[in-house]
């Protein structure tokens, strides 16, 4: 065990992810009903706090490609950002992309992807020495698209201009539906959230750089630790933040905390809105997992090493399209056939690299690998396959899996992917079974398991580990539903499934694997009895 890591923390965040185990006889503990009258209100607001509205007109701002990302230079100094850049920079990663109607039914959707429509990920903007924004921190409200001002800031050290990005989670907007399992949920939805804002912001030239900020601190720094302005609402808790950059420094350590400047408030405005009036249910599990991890020290985890050549191109739509184009499958054909080259393409920028969006924006050795269940993708038997996402864990997994997989290269496939051939066989009713018997695993092209370093990770990093690994998970989830949406195709997350039969279909003997996600890829089913509108025609704009 590592110092100044408490074992029963470890230890309560192993329990609450056995318990909160979908298998084949019993699913996790969920509500027996959804009690629809108190379903939350998907947006937070701070009532009485002053707001700046932004605009939505982005004509003179870059269009680029999804190829160009890594290579395009930023228009603008953060200094000089106004707020046509940070509108550009929300929209486009944590705003809202449609509404859906049927019927006397209306809901909307957002450029960032979430378990259920349900959207516990909140997002916070702390400025500093800016000419189009006071100093303070300011809650993004996605369905007025504005800035609500929370608190007026100042530091006692004259600062550089900077903009810092933080997310928080309602956990209650997801445990309304799934219960005890929502947790999962809610830091899958963070996962999505960093690599939206990555590609946001990497489309104005920029890039995040992590802040080894501690829950306790980010608390304080964003108010949720205020109690008077949370007294009749659901609780809030803090996440992580970002520093936005033009370039990264590749020379800078970033786990320097006495490197950051961290403004102090002097006055805040504002009172939470109250998302639900008396539910039906309550789940105090998600809260006993919260607080203790409020406590520990940031997570700090191994840099990315590895030398990856560059990712073959995509079609190359801008980005913005493809953001806001981007939906979750509700059904597929299961009739097409993925070509070849676009499958190993999709996969391809899902190996890490430091010098690619997303990953840019999260430098880390990656601690997550894919068991793929392929079923039609052209010039590939059907079979079970795997994805090491580095060179080095492929020895690893091989001593972890079972023993009687072949572990057959594929020829065809470009030589720096380590995909390999498990077993050559029918994997549909596998697929479809495994993910709570849901269609959309089985009749897409393919659909994958993401197994994370488990007990690696715990033990090096400690309990914030955990959550932390759902992250990388949702990441790439969300480079895989870009990536699909750049090739024509669709993609949707899948949170359920029977977790120890996934291990027990992988060989998977103890807790040294694990899945936390399954993904899945295919041609979409329209359904032509969703009328789409556009994002912001409720304002007028």
């Known amino acids: 065990m590592i110092a100044n890591h ?13 318990r909160t185990k979908h298998h084949f006889d019993r699913y996790a503990s969920g509500p027996d009903f959804l009690d629809w009258e108190q379903q939350p209100n998907p947006f937070r607001q701070f009532e009485s706090a002053p707001q700046i509205k932004l605009p939505l007109e982005f004509e003179k701002l870059p269009e680029p490609g999804l190829n160009s990302l890594s290579k395009l230079q930023p228009q603008l100094a953060i200094k000089d950002w106004g707020l046509t850049e940070i509108s550009s920079l929300l929209r486009f990663s944590m705003g809202l992309a449609a509404w859906k109607v049927y019927g006397p039914d209306r809901w909307s959707l957002r450029c960032n ?23 303070g921190v300011y809650h993004y409200a996605p369905y007025p698209h504005a800035l609500e001002l929370r608190g007026e800031t100042g530091s006692a050290v004259q600062s550089q201009p900077q903009i810092l990005l933080a997310f928080s989670s309602i956990a209650w907007r997801e445990a309304w539906k799934y219960g005890e399992r929502a947790y999962r949920y809610v830091q899958l939805d963070i996962g999505h ?69 961290l403004p102090t408030t002097s006055q805040w405005h504002g009172n939470a809105n109250r998302l639900s009036q008396q539910p039906s249910h309550h789940w105090p599990l998600i809260d006993e997992l919260e607080q203790p991890l409020m406590a520990c020290p940031p997570c700090r985890q191994a840099p990315l090493e590895e030398s990856i050549p560059a990712p073959a191109s995509v079609p190359d739509q801008p980005i913005h399209q493809i953001i806001l184009q981007r939906r979750s499958a509700q059904a597929f054909n299961g009739k097409s056939i993925l070509q070849q080259s676009h499958f190993y393409q999709i ?44 060179q080095q864990a492929l020895p ?20 720096h992917i380590p995909l390999h051939q498990l077993v050559s066989t029918e994997v549909k009713k596998a697929a479809r079974a495994l993910s709570c018997h849901q269609d959309i695993a089985a009749s897409s092209f393919f659909s994958l398991g993401m197994l994370a370093e488990f007990d690696t990770a715990l033990q090096a990093s400690g309990p914030l580990a955990y959550p932390e690994l759902f992250w990388e998970a949702g990441l790439i989830g969300q480079v895989l539903y870009l990536q699909a949406e750049a090739h024509g195709v669709r993609g949707t997350g899948i949170g359920c499934f029977f977790d120890d039969a996934v291990h027990q279909i992988a060989g998977v003997k103890d807790s040294g694997l694990q899945s936390l996600y399954h993904f899945t890829v295919g041609e979409a089913k329209p359904d032509n009895r969703l ?11």
């Open 113 to 135: 992807p979430s378990s259920g429509n349900l959207h516990p990920t909140e997002t916070y903007l702390l400025v500093s020495g800016l000419k189009s924004l006071k100093d």
């Open 193 to 261: 959230a960093i690599g939206a804002l990555a590609y946001s912001a990497a489309a104005l030239g920029c890039c995040l750089q992590r802040l080894p900020v501690s829950r306790g601190e980010l608390a304080k720094l964003l108010g949720l630790d205020r109690q008077e302005d949370f007294k009749d609402a659901e609780d809030e808790y803090p996440d992580l933040i970002f520093r936005l950059q033009e370039q990264p420094d590749p020379t800078a350590d970033s786990s320097r905390a006495d490197e950051i400047e």
């Open 347 to 390: 996969l391809d920028h899902c190996l890490p690299r430091a010098i690619e969006q997303p990953w840019k924006s999260w430098p880390y050795q990656p601690r997550i690998h894919l068991l793929l269940f392929v079923h039609r993708v052209e010039g590939l038997s059907p079979g079970l396959y795997l994805l090491p996402r580095s």
């Open 6 to 18: 408490s074992t029963s923390t470890l230890e309560l965040v192993r329990a609450y992810h056995e």
């Open 531 to 541: 009328q789409t509108l556009p994002a912001y025609r409720h304002l007028g704009r």
């Open 396 to 415: 690893w997994l091989k001593q972890n899996l079972d023993e009687d997989f072949s572990w057959q290269a594929i020829e065809a496939c470009p030589a």
